[in-house]
């Protein structure tokens, strides 16, 4: 998992500054999840569980019932639930198997907290981003 996971969580835009050893150390906190075709992972206007990065498959992420993007290896959801707790602005539906990594919010927050380094770069990516 460790290898793939990295270099997944390396194309994320959040986790761009971090180093490789920055990036294991969130890596080790995730954990591998499997959703069937056709299984709901995520549903719009429900609290936030946590954040996913697609290892493999496919999803389609809808609001408001549309669909607005199909979603496969590489691509990630749930940024917002990691840094705010707010509730999931889409609805994401296995369309095939779809392998993740995920990290609940919790599980991240305390990561950042003992981590300094770690949340500076964050602070910084965040920042370029709002920019």
């Known amino acids: ?29 995730m954990h591998e ?5 056709g299984e709901t992972v995520t549903v719009e206007g429900e609290l936030a569980d946590g954040f996913y990065v697609i290892a493999s498959g496919e999803a389609q992420a809808s609001v408001q019932g549309e669909p607005v993007a199909t979603m496969r290896t ?6 917002i ?9 889409a609805t994401i539906r296995a369309t095939t198997q779809l392998d993740c990594y995920g990290i ?5 927050r305390a990561l950042v907290e003992g981590n300094p380094t770690i949340a500076w770069k964050l602070m910084g990516s965040m920042s370029d981003r709002l920019a």
Do not use: C, K, Q
């Open 1 to 29: 998992m460790a290898a793939s996971a990295v270099a997944l969580l390396a194309e994320v835009p959040l986790f761009a500054e971090l180093e490789p050893a920055e990036l294991e150390l969130i890596v080790v906190a």
């Open 33 to 37: 999840r499997t959703f069937a075709a």
């Open 74 to 79: 590489g691509d990630h959801f749930g940024e």
């Open 81 to 89: 639930a990691l840094l705010m707790g707010a509730e999931r602005t």
């Open 104 to 108: 609940a919010p919790g599980e991240f």
